[in-house]
């Protein structure tokens, strides 16, 4: 979760590791450049890509939306972390819909900046970009994100490139974990699968706990939990578990080893690639077989 023992366990991450290039830094502050870090798909389908604007009862939420140019796919919507809609999600994005999949990534903050609200290279190690997008984060809460989840879903089944007939995935990083598990509980019927990577506070000791929605979902799960993560809060794991196994749902929980908050997204500082790409094989395996 972000907070001040993220930005800790960055730091030392950073001071002790030879993984960080500084000719690989300065790569990840071009943007165009971002999609360059990702490994290329195998037999990657061509893709059609927009920015699009999505009706919800608190206005337009821009967002990103690309999928295989031919055919009708199963939806995906995409939470981002807390840096929001940037080039680094277009590039996820745009992976996962070269692997077949019609891609939703959302901003969050549309009520308060359309995206992207960080500038390209921004990093939550630095106190002025904390100081930007928390204030945005915690204008957000569990019934803003129903209502957002509800919008994006109606907007991905009336799109021609969407097959109704299958079930919506959806995916989360960082604030966008519990984000994923709000929308798989809000709309069971549509939602077969859900995917939190590094996801934050999707345990907690509040009556609006995350984790206590499972009972209400149908979608099948899959958490990939940041080794420092883990160690804040080591009980998590356990109670994941419980709650999926209670509801007769299949989840996949693992802690990746040596894998920081915030290792997924390509343009991060604590970016993983090869634990990075065994998350997003895991996720490739949860949606071939739970959107099937």
């Not at 001040?4 to 950073?14: F, H, P, S, W």
């Not at 001071?15 to 502050?29: D, E, Q």
């Not at 939806?75 to 077949?100: H, N, Q």
Request: proline share 6%; aromatic share 8%.
């Amino acid at each position: 979760m972000c907070d001040e023992n993220t930005v800790r366990d960055a730091d030392e991450y950073l001071s002790n590791s030879a993984r960080l290039s500084r000719r690989r830094f300065s790569t990840l502050t071009a943007g165009a450049a971002v999609a360059m870090l990702l490994p290329r798909v195998a037999n990657a389908q061509q893709v059609m890509e927009a920015d699009v604007e999505i009706v919800t009862p608190d206005g337009l939420a821009d967002c990103y939306f690309v999928h295989p140019a031919t055919g009708k796919h199963p939806g995906v919507i995409v939470w981002p972390d807390v840096l929001g809609l940037r080039p680094a999600f277009r590039a996820m994005g745009k992976r996962l819909a070269e692997s077949g999949y019609a891609v939703l990534v959302v901003n969050p903050y549309y009520r308060k900046a359309a995206s992207p609200v960080v500038s390209e290279g921004a990093s939550f190690q630095d106190p002025a970009v904390r100081e930007a997008v928390m204030p945005l984060a915690m204008s957000l809460s569990a019934a803003t994100n129903v209502t957002d989840a509800e919008a994006f879903v109606a907007f991905l089944d009336a799109q021609a490139a969407v097959d109704t007939g299958r079930g919506i995935g959806t995916t989360g990083y960082c604030m966008g974990g519990p984000m994923t598990m709000r929308t798989a509980a809000a709309i069971p019927h549509r939602i077969a699968a859900g995917a939190s990577f590094h996801g934050g506070r999707l345990v907690t000791d509040g009556a609006d706990s995350p984790h206590l929605l499972v009972p209400q979902m149908r979608a099948s799960y899959l958490f990939a939990i940041a080794e420092n993560d883990d160690q804040q809060q080591p009980e998590a794991k356990a109670v994941l578990r419980e709650a999926f196994a209670a509801a007769g749902l299949a989840a996949e929980i693992e802690v990746y080893e040596d894998a920081l908050h915030g290792w997924c997204p390509p343009d991060s500082r604590v970016y993983d690639e090869a634990q990075a790409e065994r998350a997003w094989a895991r996720l490739l395996a949860l949606f071939e077989s739970a959107l099937a």
